[in-house]
């Protein structure tokens, strides 16, 4: 995608007529032409440009405006962490402190706005997708999102804590079941009449049709795995009585 062309006019709106040339080589050379290069993208431009004022030692309103820059170019408040702590080991410490109040402030905002389900997105691969059309067989809060609908469909579904699905059975008159990956948080899996397994990012479970079962997140965490759905004949899903609340209290 095109990036979208930096704009700039403070020079002239600020100095136009006190230093008309100083204001064009702000605005129409600098952000004009060398913002605008081609050779290096904006987001690498705005990370270069904040260390240099660091280094420089300027860290008044000109760097809250570049770090505003920065953020709008796709720097993350993780990346611009990282970014400060590095150049700190070269520029000097009490420059790192002044801009990170600066960088504090500036993705305050961010991070003030962020839901809970937003800082959980940001610590998976896959998107969490939107609310589960299937939710009347959920106990709490799910969410699904079709990774792929072709040749072997695979969903990533999200769970809310506490949030668990009712017991199921995959049906197949040939083949068929489930494969679940976790990729996320922290659940369970339990099949009628055992002990519930645990599930954390990696864990695998294989479900044969014909196995009644139930899948869902701890208590006190948000939970995501893949479900692949294993090729059968006359594949199908049969919906069962909820997951106890008693039932569910036993697990930690």
């Known amino acids: ?21 100083f204001a064009h080589l702000n605005d129409d050379v ?11 993208d904006i987001k690498t431009r705005c990370i270069i440009t904040v260390m240099s004022l660091m280094a420089s030692g300027i860290t008044d309103s000109s760097l809250t405006y570049h770090l505003q820059n920065a953020k709008a170019h796709g720097v993350t408040k993780k ?8 150049a700190a080991m070269y520029v000097g410490w ?20 962020q839901t809970e389900k937003d800082r ?18 959920f106990v709490g809060q799910s969410y699904l999102a079709p990774l792929s609908t072709e040749q072997t469909p695979v969903f990533n579904v999200t769970f809310e804590p506490g949030c668990r699905n009712n017991w199921h059975i995959h049906t197949a008159k040939k083949g068929g079941g489930q494969m679940l990956i976790c990729i996320g948080g922290r659940g369970y899996y339990q099949e009628w009449g055992k002990e519930a397994v645990e599930m ?6 294989t479900i044969p049709a014909g196995v009644k079962h139930w899948h869902g997140a701890a208590p006190d965490s948000w939970f995501s795995h893949l ?10 899903n049969e919906w069962l009585e909820p997951v106890s609340d008693e039932d569910y209290g036993k697990l930690k």
């Open 1 to 21: 995608m095109e990036e979208k062309k930096i704009v700039q006019t403070a020079g002239k709106e600020q100095l136009g007529e006190f230093a008309p040339q």
């Open 30 to 40: 600098l952000f004009g032409e060398v913002w605008n290069d081609d050779s290096i």
């Open 79 to 86: 990346e611009i962490s990282g970014i400060i702590t590095h």
């Open 94 to 113: 009490p420059k790192a402190w002044a801009v990170f109040r600066l960088a504090k402030e500036v993705w305050k905002e961010e991070e003030s706005a």
């Open 120 to 137: 959980y997105q940001n610590t998976i691969a896959f998107p969490i997708g939107d609310p589960n059309p299937f939710g009347q067989f």
């Open 200 to 205: 954390v990012p990696g864990t695998v479970i």
């Open 227 to 236: 479900a692949v759905e294993v090729e059968g004949e006359e594949t199908g």
